[in-house]
């Protein structure tokens, strides 16, 4: 794929910006997209991306998707008297009208007004930080519960379909096309062990028992801006995943990303654990920022949330591990599979604290 640097001129001049760019530098830490923060001569600034033509095939409907979800936010946000200038994204259109421009090389290209007074986190140095991101996201849930997410794209099929997942590791187990198999059996046993597990959520959702929801499948806290004075979530970003989903999937990415101290992929798995204190923290926070939109069901099932989460995840990466990391990227050799074993641990620690996980969801009800 071309370097984005080469089409970034043609990319700022299709879009009427307030001014001309007077400055432009590489932005954040993703490694999806290309970001870039612009300046223009007037001192506004601007979140310019490359979408990436690898993980999204199809632009127009990752772009409709958006679109449509920070539209509807910024009406609900209207009529709740919300922060409607910073509660949302707010994407610009090209100068012929579209919501982005596809350059010489087929890339497509985005832009929306950075949001001021806001600050991005890659690890919640406090329980405070993990707790408002809790907020956050609940929130989102709350605000788009009357999206119709059946109307929504899918940008990346079977994303967090655990059960296809599943398909996917015995097919890598199967073809063992390195030979790493033999170095990995202790895992994969792991994971074929709890094949019943991965069918849950989603038997759940068949009987009508979980609803389908707009969701963000990505909900990491680095994907919340926080205000940089309050340090409360101001918006949520990173909207390219945003799909038809299960509420207590977006609860459980946080809980396998947050709630765990270590590294993810720590090798001394005597440090991964599940912390009870921020689980209970999160929870209340989620629940909170829902503001009463969840069922008694999705409540029920959030440890699920956590646990399926956290096991996908590990498949993901023994998965990449066995057909030779072609998807997540690596440092080490090995790194994928010290990253599947941390999940491995995780689960296994949610499953010791099981009962105390669901009298902890119970408490915050």
Not at 208 to 229: A, F, I, Q, S, Y
Not at 332 to 346: A, V, W
Request: one cysteine or more.
């Amino acid at each position: 794929m071309p370097n984005a640097d080469i089409y970034l001129h043609d990319a700022l001049a299709a879009f009427d910006l307030s001014a001309p760019a007077a400055g432009v530098e590489r932005f954040g830490q993703g490694h999806i997209n290309d970001t870039y923060l612009v300046e223009t001569q007037d001192r506004r600034h601007y979140i310019f991306q490359r979408i990436s033509p690898v993980a999204f095939k199809r632009p127009d409907q990752l772009m409709e998707n958006v679109v449509g979800i920070t539209e509807y936010l910024s009406r609900e946000l209207a009529e709740t008297g919300g922060d409607t200038r910073r509660g949302t994204l707010h994407f610009l259109r090209t100068r012929e009208g579209s919501y982005y421009y596809t350059d010489r090389g087929g890339s497509a290209w985005r832009t929306y007004p950075f949001v001021d007074g806001t600050v991005c986190y890659d690890t919640a140095e406090t329980p405070e930080l993990f707790a408002a991101s809790g907020r956050a996201f609940g929130r989102f849930q709350r605000l788009l519960q009357g999206y119709p997410a059946q109307t929504l794209h899918e940008t990346i099929p079977h994303f967090h379909d655990t059960e296809d997942r599943l398909v996917k590791l015995k097919a890598a187990v199967s073809a063992d096309p390195l030979g790493r198999k033999a170095g990995c059996r202790e895992e994969i046993a792991f994971m074929l062990d709890r094949e019943a597990d991965c069918s849950v959520a989603l038997r759940a959702l068949r009987e009508g028992r979980l609803p389908l929801r707009v969701t963000h499948n990505d909900t990491k806290l680095n994907n919340v801006l926080m205000d940089e004075k309050t340090g409360e979530g101001v918006c949520i970003v990173d909207l390219d995943t945003v799909m038809p989903g299960l509420s207590i999937n977006d609860f459980g990415d946080s809980i396998r990303f947050g709630a765990n101290h270590c590294a993810e992929d720590e090798r001394d798995l005597s440090k991964v654990s599940l912390d009870l204190h921020l689980f209970e923290l999160y929870t209340r926070a989620f629940l909170e920022g829902a503001g009463g939109t969840l069922t008694d069901e999705e409540i029920a099932y959030l440890p699920w949330g956590a646990k399926l989460m956290t096991l996908e995840c590990g498949m993901r990466f023994l998965t990449d591990h066995l057909e030779g990391d072609v998807y997540f990227h690596i440092d080490r050799e090995g790194q994928n599979l010290d990253r599947c074993r941390t999940q491995c641990k995780l689960v296994s620690d949610m499953e010791a604290h099981w009962d105390e996980m669901k009298q902890i969801v119970d408490r915050c009800r």
